[in-house]
């Protein structure tokens, strides 16, 4: 897969835009070439499809791919090696064909046309859910926040869960954090005892553990921190250069991945599809709710095929 390009997905929307400037930009760190693609309006295809049975071929220029070649070429001075093409069929299955030979998909949030009241279009939904690849979903203007000179501007947050979350998005969130020289924040939920405040009242604030006296610290959240250190040895010991930030918060993961990625690069996250025990928070759920409410692009990656076999 290292071979495999960097795959953009483009509409002429503002946020297919955004999605390509990242693209170009991760293409850029990882030496990869790009490949940018648009897929055809579906009445365009009849179009053309009509014409093509009258024995005629007439050349069409994609106004789309133009305007993406345009934005490429201006970027570090066409320092990107790049390739477009003009995609056939419904949006979704072309785009899912197309991540079988891509190292990352790259989506907008929505595309052109969508409602503006919508967070997230349901191409970028499918996408996550169904692509063989990570799938990276960028936020529109509004929603991405300008990174500060804060100390952890700019690193890469991981939701983990011990038992559920496959190797490969873990490998995949170091290697995001390694290739930009950043820290790595990893966030990991643990249950608690149902209360009625707990129902009515604030979410629980998140403390760092740092901050609690370890023999002070409820049973479970000291469970949860063996969990997720001995989830993550393997890969501390093989990207030992990457800083680990290691968060054990009660129950919700989202929340606090929501709110840390106002100042970060990039939120990685699973794609699970066993179910947890009863009333747990699934990372499927976490995924939904981050690929929602993020201030910063999302990647969405799915396990390797020996895990899901494995699985």
């Known amino acids: 897969m290292s071979d495999f390009p960097v795959v953009a997905a483009v509409d002429g929307s503002e946020h297919s835009h955004r999605a390509l400037e990242w693209a170009l930009g991760e293409a850029h760190r990882l030496g990869a070439e790009l490949r940018v693609v648009h897929v055809s309006p579906e009445e365009l295809q009849v179009g053309l499809a009509r014409i093509h049975s009258l024995g005629q071929d007439p050349e069409i220029v994609d106004a789309v791919l133009e305007g993406a070649k345009r934005q490429v070429e201006a970027y570090a001075d066409g320092g990107v090696r790049a390739q477009y093409a003009t995609l056939d069929g419904s949006v979704s299955d072309a785009l899912v064909a197309e991540a079988g030979r891509a190292r990352v998909l790259v989506v907008g949030s929505r595309g052109r046309g969508g409602f503006a009241s919508l967070l997230l279009g349901s191409t970028s939904r499918s996408l996550t859910s169904s692509a063989p690849c990570p799938v990276v979903v960028v936020p529109h203007e509004a929603r991405a926040a300008a990174l ?9 947050l991981l939701g983990l869960h011990p038992e559920e979350t496959a190797d490969a998005v873990v490998a995949f969130a170091f290697e995001e954090a390694r290739g930009r020289s950043v820290a790595l924040e990893v966030v990991t939920a643990y249950p608690v005892p149902p209360s009625p405040l707990l129902m009515v009242g604030p979410p629980a604030p998140v403390v760092p553990l740092t901050d609690v006296p370890e023999p002070d610290r409820p049973e479970f959240e000291q469970e949860a921190d063996e969990h997720q250190a001995a989830r993550l040895g ?4 093989r990207y030992h250069d990457v800083k680990v930030v290691r968060v054990v918060a009660p129950m919700d993961a989202a929340g606090r991945l929501v ?5 970060a690069a990039l939120v990685v996250v699973g794609r699970h599809h066993r179910r947890l025990r009863p009333g747990s928070l699934t990372m499927g759920s976490v995924a939904h709710a981050v690929l929602q409410h993020a201030q910063c692009p999302v990647a969405v990656v799915p396990a390797a095929p020996e895990e899901h076999a494995a699985g």
């Open 148 to 156: 500060t000179e804060r100390p952890e501007a700019g690193r890469v």
């Open 259 to 263: 709110e840390d990625s106002a100042t």
């Open 234 to 237: 393997p890969f501390t010991e």
